[in-house]
């Protein structure tokens, strides 16, 4: 089994979910696509994980190309919504394409035809587009990896993307009764979005389920602010 990501939106920001595909080679691409496509599962959206991407969305093919990932969707993707929905499905592709190390941006094609503006709102993809040009559905912190549902043992490596008050933060890991098992410091750039790192280990709980957490202390009393939760699962113990 390939162990994938897919992104899909909790509130008007982006999130990382775990998906799984019997797939190899140049295949995982589009794997990728198509569980995104079938979006988010009956327990992800009680748990307000929601798409933008319309139902019925179809793939005909990913070819990667000297970096770009060239991506050809239904006419069903281009349908309904604003500028908000149009800019925020083109992003999950975004997202869920650029997770590949060979992938430095993603084109778009509709129905076989190679398209620069997307949907009645014009939204304008007339360059191949990358993870940087949707900052807006980026929170403070950002946890890509790792993503909500996946199975987790100690060591785990939390990474993602932070933009934060003086460029320090925390990350932890629950476990169902909310006990911290494991918590470090981490580091980002203030004003931009930067990556960070960082390795937790722990005693792994026998079974059930917990929860990395990333936040930022307020400078006003120390409460904790831009928090961001990454719903997990704790592997065999042992």
Same mark, same amino acid.
């Given at each position: ?5 897919? +992104? ?12 799984e595909?019997?797939? $190899? ?31 019925? $969305?179809?793939? !005909? ?8 990932a @060239? ?5 069903? +993707? ?15 592709? &975004? ?5 590949? /190390?060979?992938? !430095?941006? #993603? ?43 996946? =199975? #987790?043992?100690?060591? #785990?490596?939390?990474?993602g993307?932070? *933009? ?15 006990? &911290?098992?494991a918590?470090? %410091? ?5 004003? @931009?979005? =930067? /990556?960070?790192?960082v390795?937790? /280990? ?9 929860? #990395?957490?990333g936040?930022? *202390?307020? %400078?006003?009393?120390? /409460?904790?602010i831009?928090? +961001? ?10």
């Amino acid at each position: 089994m390939q162990s994938l990501r897919v +992104y899909f939106l909790r509130g008007e920001k982006v999130v990382s979910v775990h998906r799984e595909a019997l797939v $190899t080679g140049t295949a995982v691409a589009s794997a990728a696509v198509t569980a995104l496509l079938a979006g988010p599962s009956g327990t992800e959206r009680a748990a307000g994980i929601s798409t933008a991407i319309p139902a019925g $969305t179809t793939l !005909t093919g990913v070819r990667i190309v000297d970096g770009i990932a @060239q991506v050809d969707l239904g006419p069903a +993707y281009a349908s309904g919504g604003g500028s908000l929905s149009m800019t925020a499905r083109l992003m999950q592709v &975004v997202f869920t394409l650029t997770q590949f /190390s060979t992938v !430095t941006g #993603v084109s778009f094609a509709i129905d076989g035809r190679p398209t620069t503006v997307l949907g009645g709102e014009g939204v304008i993809i007339d360059t191949p587009a990358t993870r940087a040009d949707f900052d807006r559905f980026v929170p403070p912190i950002f946890i890509d990896s790792p993503a909500v549902g996946q =199975t #987790v043992t100690s060591p #785990v490596q939390v990474s993602g993307v932070a *933009n934060v008050f003086e460029g320090q933060f925390s990350v932890e890991l629950t476990d169902a009764t909310g006990s &911290v098992l494991a918590k470090a %410091p981490a580091l980002a750039s203030m004003g @931009q979005f =930067t /990556s960070f790192t960082v390795t937790l /280990s722990f005693t792994t709980p026998a079974a059930g389920a917990g929860q #990395v957490t990333g936040f930022d *202390n307020s %400078p006003k009393d120390g /409460s904790r602010i831009a928090v +961001y939760d990454v719903p997990v699962h704790f592997g065999p113990h042992g």
